[in-house]
């Protein structure tokens, strides 16, 4: 059996107790949440998060990229959040390499190299410096109606603690 068919299985019995069809589409917190993809970070946990509390968006290093802008702006938009939490997090892997190093791989093992017109790797070298950048985008894009309350942490992967990072 697969992994995804073990986790079909599971999502039977979720289903089977499933009693949250009604919460409503804009999140109960508005609260909209940037984090890394990294699976030790549980973004529900670390915030005591419920279904339907906030939108949650995730990806390598946690960036503001391009498309998670895109989101905050249906988020805000659309959806009515106000506030933005950034996390980041120690050992974090988008601190072990280079950008060209992600595109040579690539090219090892596919066997063409992709370019920055490709997609952005985002890797960084300074966790803290990154989370500044990160508030600095988020709060100086044109297109978002909220960015007086945006906030950025590194959690601590070793002791699930929060750091904001000013």
Known sequence: ????????????????NFDKGDLPMPPGK???????MDARLKVGDVLGLDEGDAHVIRNAGGIV??????????SQHLLGTTEVILIHHTDCGMLTFGDDD?????????????TSD????GSFSDLEGDVRKSLETVRSYPFLLHT??????????????????T
Do not use: H, Q, W
């Not at 059996?1 to 089977?16: C, P, Q």
């Not at 508005?30 to 890394?36: E, P, R, S």
């Not at 007086?148 to 990072?165: A, M, Y």
């Open 30 to 36: 508005n609260v909209a949440v940037v984090a890394c």
């Open 102 to 114: 992600l595109f040579d791989k690539v090219e090892e093992n596919v066997g063409s190299r992709p």
């Open 65 to 74: 990229s391009t498309d998670a802008l895109r989101s905050l702006v249906i």
């Open 148 to 165: 007086d309350s945006v906030r950025g942490f590194v959690f601590d992967v070793k002791t699930g603690k929060l750091n904001e990072v």
């Open 1 to 16: 059996m697969s992994v995804t068919d073990e986790l079909l299985a599971n999502n039977d019995k979720y289903a089977a």
């Open 118 to 121: 490709d997609f952005e790797p």
